[in-house]
């Protein structure tokens, strides 16, 4: 399959171009598109074939469902059927934004989009590409994040295509995403609401709105969303969080090849030939981190140690991945 590419303006898409991808989609063809948070691998909700494909694709474990992107909430009820007021504040609020909500999923979503759950995951995005394209298609398109499954989620079309070249029929490239991480999973089936997957959206922001939500130990969390087991956003190289440039003058020491990612550290305090530094904001750190994390893997370092990021904010979604990397 040759992987087609339109470039168009993130802001004011060009009908044409989203018209080609509602064909594609409605053809049971994938079709990769930006969001606010990360590109997304979208297929139609309601067709199985499409959706094992999009499986195959990201080579993409059977037990890790999917998120429905819809265009607005009144379509949520296509999806879920009980929807509790806390998810009508929640969305009311932040719709469109980087917020999924897990709410009861009605029987007629296929199972394979909710990996054999009871629920379904469901989010409106914030980006004019994304929802023109989702609102002109009109039934829901799910839509994990556009990477190999394991590898850090992409954040432009040149990683979409480092990943998934030749298996997707069509890439919409609007440029870099805004936030460069996933979204906030928030499971409201339950109350207090639990958070299944910190993100672009801070538990400040939900509290503010909803009162207290809590947080899930491991055991619950593999209950409410198997899939998170899976290793996330590994790259090839191993990833470690630091604290101090003696910690990577040690490592260093080891003989491993190193790259260093670093956004306050004294650059003339360690040696490394592969480094990146960012932003110390740690939005622009967020924006920017799963590419320096992509840049140096492809360097072929044997270890890529991050400078850790104060866990205020979106701080707490970027340590939460940076864990995962770990593991
Ligand atoms: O920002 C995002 O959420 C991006 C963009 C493309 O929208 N999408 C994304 O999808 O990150 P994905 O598939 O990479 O991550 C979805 C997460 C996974 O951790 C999955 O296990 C969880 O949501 N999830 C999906 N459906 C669920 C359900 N019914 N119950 C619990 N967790 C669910
Ligand atoms: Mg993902």
């Given at each position: 399959?040759?992987?087609?590419v339109?470039?168009?303006?993130?802001?004011?898409?060009?009908?044409?171009?989203?018209a080609?991808?509602?064909?594609?989609?409605?053809s049971?063809?994938?079709?990769?598109?930006?969001?606010?948070?990360?590109y997304?691998l979208?297929?139609?909700?309601?067709?199985?074939?499409?959706?094992?494909?999009?499986?195959?694709?990201?080579?993409?474990?059977?037990?890790?469902?999917l998120?429905v992107?819809?265009?607005?909430?009144?379509?949520?009820?296509?999806f879920?059927?009980?929807?509790?007021?806390?998810?009508?504040t929640?969305?009311?609020?932040?719709?469109?934004?980087?917020?999924?909500?897990?709410?009861?999923?009605?029987?007629?979503?296929?199972?394979?989009?909710?990996?054999?759950?009871?629920?379904?995951?469901?989010?409106?995005?914030?980006h004019?590409?994304?929802?023109?394209?989702?609102?002109?298609?009109?039934?829901?398109?799910v839509a994990?994040?556009?990477?190999?499954?394991?590898?850090?989620?992409?954040?432009?079309?040149a990683?979409?295509?480092d990943?998934?070249?030749?298996k997707?029929d069509?890439?919409?490239?609007?440029?870099?995403?805004?936030?460069?991480i996933?979204?906030t999973?928030?499971?409201?089936?339950?109350?207090?609401?639990?958070i299944?997957?910190?993100?672009?959206?801070t538990?400040?922001q939900?509290?503010?709105?909803?009162?207290p939500?809590?947080?899930?130990?491991?055991?619950?969390?593999?209950?409410?969303?198997?899939?998170?087991?899976?290793?996330?956003y590994?790259?090839?190289?191993?990833?470690?969080?630091?604290?101090?440039?003696?910690?990577?003058?040690?490592?260093?020491?080891?003989?491993?090849?190193?790259?260093?990612i670093?956004?306050?550290?004294?650059?003339?305090?360690?040696e490394?030939?592969?480094?990146?530094?960012?932003?110390?904001?740690?939005?622009?750190?967020?924006?920017?981190i799963?590419d320096?994390?992509?840049?140096l893997?492809?360097?072929?370092?044997?270890?890529?140690?991050?400078?850790q990021?104060?866990?205020?904010?979106i701080?707490?979604?970027?340590?939460?991945?940076l864990?995962?990397?770990e593991?």
């Open positions: 399959m040759t992987t087609k339109i470039k168009l303006s993130p802001k004011n898409p060009d009908p044409k171009a989203i080609n991808a509602v064909d594609v989609l409605k049971g063809g994938l079709v990769c598109f930006p969001t606010e948070t990360v997304g979208g297929a139609d909700s309601f067709n199985v074939p499409a959706i094992q494909r999009l499986f195959e694709a990201k080579q993409r474990p059977s037990d890790n469902p998120i992107h819809v265009g607005d909430f009144r379509e949520v009820s296509l879920a059927g009980d929807i509790p007021p806390k998810a009508k929640l969305a009311g609020q932040f719709w469109p934004g980087p917020l999924t909500l897990v709410l009861q999923g009605k029987e007629t979503v296929p199972d394979i989009v909710r990996a054999g759950l009871r629920t379904v995951a469901l989010r409106v995005p914030n004019a590409v994304a929802l023109a394209l989702i609102r002109e298609f009109g039934s829901g398109v994990p994040s556009a990477n190999l499954s394991g590898r850090p989620s992409p954040t432009t079309a990683h979409v295509l990943d998934l070249r030749g997707v069509l890439i919409l490239d609007a440029g870099s995403t805004e936030i460069g996933e979204s999973v928030l499971d409201v089936t339950v109350d207090p609401p639990v299944l997957r910190e993100g672009g959206l538990r400040e939900i509290e503010q709105m909803i009162g939500v809590r947080s899930t130990d491991s055991m619950e969390l593999l209950k409410r969303s198997p899939g998170t087991r899976h290793r996330h590994a790259p090839r190289a191993k990833l470690m969080i630091v604290g101090s440039t003696m910690e990577i003058e040690s490592i260093a020491k080891s003989g491993k090849k190193i790259g260093v670093f956004h306050s550290f004294e650059p003339s305090s360690f490394a030939k592969n480094a990146r530094k960012l932003s110390a904001d740690v939005k622009k750190f967020a924006h920017d799963f320096a994390i992509r840049e893997d492809e360097k072929g370092v044997d270890v890529i140690l991050v400078e990021v104060k866990e205020r904010g701080g707490v979604a970027v340590m939460q991945r864990r995962k990397g593991e």
